[in-house]
């Protein structure tokens, strides 16, 4: 949990922040949810947790695959009803070592590489006007990593 919480703040400091590099291919959305589609038009979403100004859903049709990487799980995260973040848990460095593959391949090289304290490691993607950001982060310790997509 408290790498989860430490990339959660990592990413949000670096989407207010300005960066010279964009990543290419921006995404408007993930597997198949625009980003601001509104949670009352979607099917097949489950209630999962209410955050401080947010609800998180998950979906039972979500693949299990981010490329070649294996992940855990997929939250949604809609805040007034919109959709503006991903949040997804995945374990092992083999998966994360596919995942910077995956995202380099898909978007480029990374805005910022090492974006995070020792022992966590992890890049991190934003589009030119800092509208999207990707986190990648791993933590070798806990074995444990995350993905962060947040929509600004």
């Known amino acids: 949990m408290k790498v989860i919480r430490f990339l959660l703040c990592v990413t949000f400091v670096l989407v207010l922040s300005k960066s010279a590099f964009a990543f290419q291919n921006e995404p408007d959305g993930f597997r198949g949810i625009k980003w601001g589609e509104k949670i009352d038009k979607l099917k097949g979403m489950t209630f999962v947790e209410k955050g401080v100004d947010t609800d998180l859903y998950e979906r039972n049709t979500d693949g299990r695959h981010i490329g070649d990487a ?37 978007h480029g090289s990374p ?10 490691k992890g890049s991190l993607w934003q589009s030119s006007n800092n509208s999207l950001s990707i986190a990648v982060g791993y933590n070798p ?12």
């Open 70 to 106: 294996i992940v855990k799980k997929t939250r949604y995260v809609f805040k007034d009803g919109a959709f503006v973040m991903v949040h997804i848990e995945y374990e092992g460095e083999s998966n994360f070592k596919k995942l910077i593959k995956y995202f380099s391949k898909e």
């Open 111 to 120: 805005t910022v590489k090492d974006v995070f304290q020792y022992p966590e």
């Open 141 to 152: 310790t806990t074995k444990k990593g995350v993905i962060v997509y947040v929509k600004k």
